[in-house]
């Protein structure tokens, strides 16, 4: 099997949790290099958080922490998602490694000057890291493969009404990325907002009686706390479907977009439009995700957790 080589860039947050525990148990994907950034909570909190998180799954690969702050908006966080530190539920273990003495766009750079191959970049937080990257070194733009990300939707936002959180945290770093020209797979709400995972998948996943499996059901637990005030029947795993998205696309629709990013506005201010009717005349920069089949993406997850138990060889 051909592997694929990734980098992780995130702001976990429990989706971003369950992302990585998918992709750590996938034998399809090659994870390089792991980058926080600031989003779900400050940047302190989600970096002690990755580092608890890649202790927990044995992912000791370099990881590295991000810019404290977007671009050029003020910093925006969610504690009413995903608690006070970030990933608020089970206790997890302290780190039992150390960060690289280098920042995200560094280490970023060094995993791809160092690769044979171009590399997947799969950001599931705002897109700060990715886009400072993409200003300090152009020339290695050539050495990324596709940007898998989870951010945006098409048709409607989640933390206004026209924009989704990630996006809206660093709308000019989406703009930056949306306008590199690397070819991007967007995971938005369109399609995050049906992934969901239903407390009946919670108990598959618990049954399996691992140290990770366990984790990962009260990660769920907690999330879907917030979700059930709001009237979810399950936990929107949004981040999980960026890496979905690799290892399965047969699973999913996706629509070849031209989306652009708005930066200004009262009302739609990170807001991702696409042109379904080609009014623009440009040509698609984005494979927008617009359906999934839920079923097997919860089974994805529930055979991720599987591989905790060593019953899955890599
Ligand atoms: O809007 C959902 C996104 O915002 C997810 O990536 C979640 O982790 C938060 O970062
Ligand atoms: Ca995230």
């Not at 705002?126 to 989870?150: D, G, W």
């Not at 005030?229 to 629709?253: K, S, T």
Request: net charge negative; with cysteine.
């Amino acid at each position: 099997m051909t592997r694929i080589p990734i980098i992780l860039d995130g702001d976990p947050g429990h989706d971003d949790a369950i992302a990585w525990v998918l992709a750590n148990a996938s034998p399809e994907l090659d994870i390089k290099a792991v980058t926080t950034c600031c989003g779900n909570q400050t940047i302190e909190k989600t970096t002690y958080n990755t580092q608890r998180i890649c202790t927990l799954i044995g992912l000791h690969v370099p990881t590295a922490k991000g810019r404290s702050c977007p671009l050029v908006s003020a910093p925006i966080i969610a504690p009413t998602v995903h608690g006070e530190s970030g990933l608020d539920g089970p206790a997890l273990p302290e780190p039992d490694f150390d960060l690289v003495p280098m920042t995200a766009v560094e280490l970023i750079a060094k995993t791809l000057q160092e690769s044979d191959e171009p590399v997947t970049l799969v950001p599931t937080g705002p897109l700060t890291n990715i886009a400072a990257f993409l200003i300090a070194h152009p020339e290695l733009k050539s050495k990324v493969k596709q940007i898998s990300l989870m951010g945006g939707g098409v048709q409607f936002g989640n933390w206004t009404p026209a924009a989704e959180f990630n996006i809206l945290v660093d709308p000019e770093a989406a703009k930056i990325v949306f306008e590199s020209g690397i070819p991007i797979i967007m995971a938005g709400l369109d399609v995050t907002e049906k992934a969901l995972i239903k407390p009946y998948d919670f108990e598959r996943i618990r049954a399996l009686n691992n140290p990770v499996a366990k984790v990962v059901a009260e990660w769920l637990d907690f999330f879907y706390q917030f979700h059930t005030q709001l009237g979810y029947e399950g936990a929107p795993v949004h981040d999980a479907v960026a890496v979905a998205a690799l290892i399965h696309p047969e699973i999913m629709d996706m629509r070849d977009l031209y989306v652009q990013v708005e930066t200004e506005g009262d009302f739609c201010k990170g807001a991702t439009v696409a042109d379904f009717l080609g009014v623009t005349g440009k040509a698609p920069n984005a494979k927008v995700i617009m359906g999934i089949d839920r079923d097997a993406f919860a089974d994805l997850l529930v055979e991720a957790a599987k591989y905790y138990n060593g019953e899955v060889a890599k």
